[in-house]
């Protein structure tokens, strides 16, 4: 992406050829992004929540601000099917976690993981639910975190 100053349109234009172009390699920037960050962080986490924190709160050099997730889905469905594949992808990856977290004795044996995994792909789409997240002050992150917590340690007081 540029990196320059930007006091008008000239500079970028001379790297884009248009306002598309500018967009696809932004999505593209922040989804390669947060794999290869949730790829490398995953691998130095310990406990089964350090695992599935760096896992939804990965880190990349470029924000996704909420109102771009509502213009994507509009009008750029390449780019909203790839922050869906980016979603299925962070899935997949706790579904993994847990699975060896269950093998290894962290979680209990008697888990249903299809249970789960089909409660987190039913939930999902929330993730990345504009006016939910807007509604609610959420971020795409801040709905992943809280749905792992409600499904690691429940909504009872104990």
């Known amino acids: 992406m540029y990196n320059g100053p930007i006091y008008c349109k000239k500079p970028i234009y001379k790297h884009f050829k248009s306002k ?15 794999k290869n960050y949730t790829i490398e962080s995953i691998k130095k986490a310990g406990s089964l929540e350090n695992k599935l924190n760096s896992i939804i ?13 509502d213009e ?58 504009y006016e939910f997240l807007s509604k609610n002050n959420m971020t795409m992150k801040d709905a992943m975190n809280e749905t792992i917590t409600i499904l690691l340690h429940g909504i009872l007081k104990i």
Request: hydrophobic share 40%; aromatic share 14%.
């Open 20 to 34: 598309d172009d500018i967009i696809f390699e932004y999505f593209k920037e922040i989804i390669e992004s947060d």
């Open 57 to 69: 709160f990965s880190y990349h050099k470029y924000k996704l601000p909420i109102n771009i997730l």
């Open 72 to 129: 994507a889905h509009k009008f750029y469905y390449n780019e909203w099917n790839k922050l869906q594949d980016l979603k299925n992808f962070k899935l997949k990856l706790i579904e993994t976690t847990l699975k060896e977290s269950m093998e290894s004795g962290v979680l209990r044996n008697d888990i249903n993981l299809n249970l789960i995994s089909s409660i987190l792909e039913s939930v999902s789409n929330t993730f990345l639910d």
